[in-house]
C-alpha cells in the first residue's frame, strides 16, 4: 500500500521559514519524480515545486527563489524548505509521486497519482 505522509507545517509570521517533509513508503521512490503542491481556501491546487530522479528541479513562479525541493532517497523522503514566507503562501501543502517512472520534472497535476493528507501551512502578516 502506497503511504504519502507530510509533516512540519504549522503557523509561522511573514519572513520566517518552515520545512515540509514527505515520508514514502510502499513506492519505488527512487525512480519517480516527486512533486509539492498546494491548496488555500476557495482555489484551486496548483503545483509548487518538483523534483526528478536525477535531482532536477522545478519551481513555480511564485515560490522561485524562496523555496527549495530535495529529495534523499536514502530515506525515501521529500522535503520543501520554504523561506520568505508571505501570507499567500497560507495553503494546505500537498506532496505526490509522479505515475511515470524516469520521467523529467513536470507540473502538470494529473500526472501525479499518489497524494499525502497534506499538512496546514499558515503565514501570519
Known amino acids: 500500500q502506497v503511504r504519502l505522509v507530510e509533516s512540519g507545517g504549522g503557523l509561522v509570521q511573514a519572513g520566517g521559514s518552515l520545512r515540509l517533509s514527505c515520508a514514502v513508503s510502499?513506492?519505488?521512490?527512487?525512480?519517480?519524480?516527486m512533486g509539492w503542491f498546494r491548496q488555500a481556501p476557495g482555489k484551486e491546487r496548483e503545483f509548487v515545486a518538483a523534483?526528478?530522479?536525477?535531482?532536477?528541479?522545478l519551481y513555480a513562479d511564485s515560490v522561485k527563489g524562496r523555496f527549495t525541493i530535495s529529495r534523499d532517497d536514502a530515506k525515501n523522503t521529500v522535503y520543501l524548505q520554504m523561506n520568505s514566507l508571505k501570507p499567500e503562501d497560507t495553503a494546505v501543502y500537498y506532496c505526490a509521486t509522479d505515475s511515470r517512472p524516469l520521467r523529467p520534472v513536470t507540473s502538470r497535476t494529473y500526472e501525479y497519482d499518489h497524494w499525502g493528507q497534506g499538512t496546514q501551512v499558515t503565514v501570519s502578516s
Open positions: 523534483i526528478s530522479t536525477a535531482a532536477n528541479t
Open positions: 510502499g513506492y519505488p521512490f527512487s525512480l519517480h519524480t
